[in-house]
Structure formats: C-alpha cells, structure tokens
C-alpha cells in the first residue's frame, strides 16, 4: 500500500506511538507503519509491538527510537 504523496505526513517529531513492527529493513531496522507511512525503529524485530518516539521526520518516511 503507497501512501497519497499529496497526504500530509501523519507523524511528528517527538510525538509517542505505539507500533508493531511489520517488517526488517536491509540495514537490519525494524518497520512500522502508521497510515501507510514508514518508520524506521532499531533494536526491533517482526511481531514486535513497541512504544516508539519520533527522532526525525523526512518527506517519505521517518526515524524513531524505542520508549521504555
């Protein structure tokens, strides 16, 4: 599923989500996604459901860091 480029992004740095990783990027992340929208969460795995915050938002997908 690819997102409407014209969609405003629909996450936002510093904000707290909670994700299940649904995939492993090449680099070895784990992949989230919110309405469609990528993020990029390391030290997960597939399966995971975590709490992450939002470290850096880009025009097509986003990087985040685990909330204990």
Do not use: H
């Amino acid at each position: 599923m690819f997102r409407d480029e014209s969609r405003p992004v629909p996450v936002e740095e510093g904000e707290i989500y909670e994700v299940t990783i649904q995939d492993i990027a090449r680099q070895g992340d784990g992949i989230a996604r919110i309405e469609g929208f990528v993020i990029f969460v390391p030290g997960t795995k597939v399966g995971d459901e975590v709490k992450i915050k939002v470290d850096r938002v880009l025009p097509k997908f986003a990087f985040a860091s685990l909330v204990e």
